[in-house]
């Protein structure tokens, strides 16, 4: 089929949109989107979809559509790049038809290493005959993309099941992670979770100055939007592209440094408050007296005391912070005297280098849920060992106070 052919009366074409890779600063991909027309109005891919019921038929017009984006992007050069094919589950759900459709690709000229079927996760139903067809098609070269990850009722489980080399998230994640610091918090840590089960990920919906920061900020691989290129017959290159990307780039590198320098200096100051803490305990002095240069700052929510089994003494010594009345929310765990901690990192730590403070990774704090790192170390009082602990907020973490 040719690009622009006519099918019951419907006037065919391709346009394609970059994937570009921050890291290698270009193009890496290019998706091909169906542009339908029927007697000069433009028609929605879905729309012309949508009138192809019965299942023979479908697939037919699917295999079509893709032969032809194969052929246009042949023609647009010969630069490294992958070409994204949007897929309908239907055709990969039978294996002659998957079969088909990589012998359809052979046909075109591309080789199969070069194509990327892009599967909506929300389609995907993880039946024998669905991974057989996809099963067939990795054989042959091809890569696999899970697209529209995040929306709706997303499920894990079909993601580790179909093994795919992309996931890319849903649009409405990055509107979310834009207005909403937890929505944030999760996309870095989701787009943390498909590396580990060896899938890059794509952010798409990339639009506006916001949308950048937060893509960028994500630790994402690719990115796609309007803001890096619309799609078009003959696409934006990357002497356009990179430039935009670029300047953002580096207005986030700017911030981000002088983040981590107030982070830096924030905890310096709690370190040097815990050691005089620490010292004041080491020479006898009461823990709500020597506690005192700790909780007079402002990022500290509390300190407490272990012994040498990890088993808190005591109760939490709160700073004005740390008890807000927001606090009452999580009452059933605000006592926490007699609580053992001796699986947590910051103990551990300690427990194995006596005199040297630790600062552990960041993470939830059980007591009120809010993100901290704690301040430790093992120390002697009255000749016997104990472990002092400091809860301290993350500067920029998106704590409510």
Known sequence: MSVD???NPLLLGSHFQPIYSLAHRRTVGLEALLRATRDGHPLAPQEVYDGYMRRRERVEFDL???????????????????????????TLSDPEQAQQL???????????????????????????????????LKDMGCLLAIDDFGVGHSNIDRVCGLEPDFVKFD???????????????????????MHEIGALVVVEGVESDSDVVAALDSGCDLVQGYYVARPAGQPDNDHLITPRLDAKWD???????????LKRRQLELSRQAFVQTAIALMQGSEFELAAMPMLQLPDVIRCFLLDQEGRQQGRNLNSRRGSSADSLRFAPLEDTTGAVWSRRAYFQHAIDQPGVLYMSEPYLSMTDTRICVTLSMAIEIDEVQHVLCSDVLIPGSGNNL
């Not at 079509?64 to 094919?85: D, K, N, P």
């Not at 990589?102 to 000229?109: F, Q, R």
Request: aromatic share 4%; net charge positive; glycine share 4%.
């Open 251 to 261: 207005e986030l590198m700017n911030r981000e440094l002088l983040r981590r320098k």
């Open 5 to 7: 052919a006519v099918m």
């Open 64 to 90: 079509s559509v893709c032969t032809a984006h194969c052929e246009r992007f042949m023609q647009l050069g010969s630069e490294s790049r992958w070409l994204f094919l949007n897929v309908d589950a239907m």
């Open 102 to 136: 990589g012998e359809l690709i052979i046909a075109s000229g591309l080789p199969p290493q070069s194509v990327v079927l892009e599967v909506l996760e929300q389609a995907i139903e993880l039946d024998a005959r669905l991974l057989e067809g996809v099963a067939l």
């Open 171 to 193: 649009r409405h994640l990055l509107r979310n992670a834009v207005t909403q610091q937890r929505t944030r918090t999760l996309l870095s840590r989701l787009v943390r979770l």
